[in-house]
């Protein structure tokens, strides 16, 4: 569009633009004046020939198109639909990636030939920093609908065009691309950009309700007539309700921003728990639910969950508990059906790629480091290493060798060729600091200054080498109290507490069934193997101070112990420590992190060998000395209790 045919008032700014290089406050709106001057800053002359990209090539097209296929399939028919609003009206509909490169049109003929003599086709790319200022690219940047009109184009070979942009994001608010309308100036309307926004939000629906219908969804609206329209709020919630997605409706209506899917309890928002949510739902599955916000608003729901994604729980030991994760990763193969472990998972791996360091906090024993593995074995960072470091591990002495690394002659008894270090190892992948709190305080601050300066200095050395790795950090200790105590540097903490993780110990979790089943496959996989019915009971209402470690060894052992035509695990196959223990329930914790001594008084004394046979005695007692319920109220074999009566001094009572 000749620049003389454009308004007075752009002419102006566009003029002092190039003469100043910037734009007068007033003679164009805000969005439109940062659009230009960034196409300035990027090389762009008005009239000077474009410099954008070529088209990809058709096999990297295809594979962008493959990338983007969940995103194509759900906006084919929307597009379709809008096309046929502006249909015989000099338009084309286009959806673009998140780096601005074309991926689908839909268009009059004879204007699509028009439009792609300026490349405004298929495999294109219409980013600001090649085109300058235009609705796709300045939508991507801005993060909002866009609409330019004619000669505000910054490139005066695009001012025949009108176009209206609108971003299309995911659930957790990540920004999977544009859907545009563009048209020929003399035809454009003061509607489009209310079509294309409208459009979007219709894709965005379909986008999360495919994406979380493994997950429970909450369909929102001011008026229970407005659920199922267009316009209604959409809100993914974990099973231990968190909100973990939300379409844009659903965050204006309660209150929330995008920062906050991931980090906010549906309790804290609604005065309602999911829990009575799900009750109300099970009773009347279609009755709309009246809800309302904790500032007195009034919100109508109707909840939508999927019954494959939520079976009821299996009756029989040993069968698989839970929903099957929807990811398909090594986070998820961890997930054995637990909301507090499967929570964890969803929020690692929303930062797996992004530079935010974690803080995996959980008892000695409930898999730290497995967890921490998983999460390395999902991310981007898979194919590069993995260097676990157990803080409390390694000599005071040796530490900063260990972790800097030295070159040769640093010291007494240095390798000759010196020696990476285990920062250095881990370039490029994850470094993973175990039992972090007993790292020395010197080392804090060293470890601190490699992550703000992101290069290690090796001992012996004054250069400096720069690294690249995600870190992941774990501890059983609470650091931030060691760090009002002055045992933890307090700078370090928060640097390495990015994203704070706590896994649940196995006494919380609610999987055990299903977990002590994936451990029996593990062991023998060839093998299938059960628990017995009784045994199970008492093992499922252990508090097992040891976790996963703990309960992983005894089966184990337990396994072991088995003759070969045994399939089922019984009280025969367990070690006397854990007989002795679950003979006691009374003595049992089932809520101190670390339990005290499993008996109290004059009990504290004895050995577990003398336990296991007190454990027979108090049976014999209360049976008055009938062996064979004896046996079954200790769940243990009539052998097994004449075996220890043998080679020990109690007496059956007489």
Known sequence: MPSNSAPLALRQARQHLLEFGQCPSGLVNERLARSWSRSMAAGLAPNARVRAPDPVSS??????????????????PIMEYVFDQVRHSQSVVVLADPRGMLMHTLGDAHFADKAARVALSCGASWHEEHRGTNAIGTALVEGCAVQIH????????????????????SATGEMLGILDISSDHRSGHAHTLGLVSTAARMIENRLITAACKRDIRLHLHPQPEGIGSMAEGIVAVSSDGWIIGANRAAL????????????????????????????????RPLQTQMLRLHNG????????????????PAGVVGARAGAVPAADDALARLDTGDARSRAAADKARRVLGKPIA??????????????ARAMHASGPRRGAPFVAINCGAIPETLIEAELFGYVAGAFTGARKEGSLGRLREADGGTLFLDEIGDMPLPMQTRLLRVLQERSVTPVGSGTAVSVDFALVCATHCQLLEAAAQGRFRQDLYYRINGLTLQLPALRERSDFAALTQRLLQDLHPERPLQLAPELYGQLAGYAWPGNL????????????????DEDTLDWTHMPDDLIAALSFPSQNPTSAPFPANPVAGRQATLNLQELSHAAIQQALQSTRGNVTQAARQL????????????GSTVRQPS
Not at 261 to 269: F, T
Not at 298 to 310: E, G
Request: charged share 15%.
């Open 59 to 76: 096999g990297s097209l295809r594979h962008a198109l493959s990338a983007s296929h969940t995103l194509l399939a759900h906006s084919r």
């Open 150 to 169: 004619g000669s505000e184009h910054f490139l005066e070979r695009n001012g025949f065009l009108t176009c209206a942009a609108s971003p299309i994001v």
């Open 252 to 283: 204006a209506q309660l209150g929330l921003q995008i920062g906050d899917i991931g980090g906010a309890q549906l309790e804290h928002v609604l005065d309602v728990r999911l829990e009575q949510l799900l009750t109300q739902h099970q009773r």
């Open 297 to 312: 608003a009034v919100l109508f729901a109707q909840v939508q969950v999927d019954a494959a994604a939520w079976p009821s």
């Open 358 to 371: 974690v803080l995996i906090q959980g008892e000695c024993g409930v898999g730290k480091e497995v967890f």
């Open 549 to 564: 470690r703990q309960v992983a060894s005894v089966l184990r052992t337990a396994c072991a112990m088995l003759n070969d």
């Open 635 to 646: 769940g243990i074999s009539r052998q097994t209790i004449y075996r220890r009566l043998e």
